[in-house]
T-cell receptor, first 118, second 114 residues
Framework: DGGITQSPKYLFRKEGQNVTLSCEQN?????MYWYRQDPGQGLRLIYY???????QKGDIAEGYSVSREKKESFPLTVTSAQKNPTAFYLC?????????????????FGAGSRLTVL | AQSVTQPDIHITVSEGASLELRCNYS??????LFWYVQSPGQGLQLLLK??????LVQGIKGFEAEFKRSQSSFNLRKPSVHWSDAAEYFC????????????FGGGTRLMVKP
């Protein structure tokens, strides 16, 4: 089945450590996104990528880094510079272009990764 | 910049009762509008979307939403709630031509009483 796989589902980190969250999709989508979810704040965009080897900062990119070396993969690294990294992280993907009927502009989400800093 | 407001953080309804979740957006033109549902510890699932045309859109699981341009609203409704509908619901707005970036509301947590 086509979909988005995020791993690990739960991750614990000590302060000062970098951690990398994995996101893989087999939907042949061009665009991929990382969102952060905190209680009562909805989802906030961290980074997005519309094409391989290119990505853009979202609203809360500070303390995070990404790469897009393959179309299927968009890993997120939470660095030690992120002051409050404990959160639920969601990866999403979508097709680009086409018409609304083709599913463009609709995001498909992974099941999420919960990061806790000890 | 666009924004989305979901005024109700928590809503409790009895099973079998009707439901309306409110969503108001701020955007200069006609946006793309979405409702997503999230079960605890899970990702988001698309319930329905509005791109153009008929302002009343039908979604999965018996949900519908109505786009009202004059009120900048896109409220989600269901005539009879089931216990399995208990979840968190997110309204989102997308900007046309902006590469599918969505702005999400803060979410409404729905609890269903037996």
């Amino acid at each position: 089945d086509g979909g988005i796989t995020q791993s690990p589902k739960y991750l614990f980190r000590k302060e000062g450590q970098n951690v990398t969250l994995s996101c893989e999709q087999n939907l042949n989508h061009d665009a991929m996104y990382w969102y952060r979810q905190d209680p009562g704040q909805g989802l906030r965009l961290i980074y997005y990528s519309q094409i391989v080897n290119d990505f853009q900062k979202g609203d809360i990119a500070e303390g995070y880094s990404v790469s897009r070396e393959k179309k299927e993969s968009f890993p997120l690294t939470v660095t030690s510079a992120q002051k409050n990294p404990t959160a639920f992280y969601l990866c999403a993907s979508s097709s680009l272009g086409g018409s609304s009927l083709s599913g463009a502009n609709v995001l498909t989400f992974g099941a999420g990764s919960r990061l806790t800093v000890l | 910049a666009q924004s989305v407001t979901q005024p109700d953080i928590h809503i409790t309804v009895s099973e079998g009762a009707s439901l309306e979740l409110r969503c108001n957006y701020s955007y200069g033109a006609t946006p793309y509008l979405f409702w997503y549902v999230q079960s605890p510890g899970q990702g988001l699932q698309l319930l329905l979307k509005y791109f153009s045309g008929d302002t009343l859109v039908q979604g999965i699981k018996g949900f519908e939403a109505e786009f009202k341009r004059s009120q900048s609203s896109f409220n989600l409704r269901k005539p009879s709630v089931h216990w399995s509908d208990a979840a968190e619901y997110f309204c989102a707005v997308g900007e046309r031509g902006a590469g599918n970036m969505l702005t999400f509301g803060g979410g409404t947590r729905l609890m269903v009483k037996p």
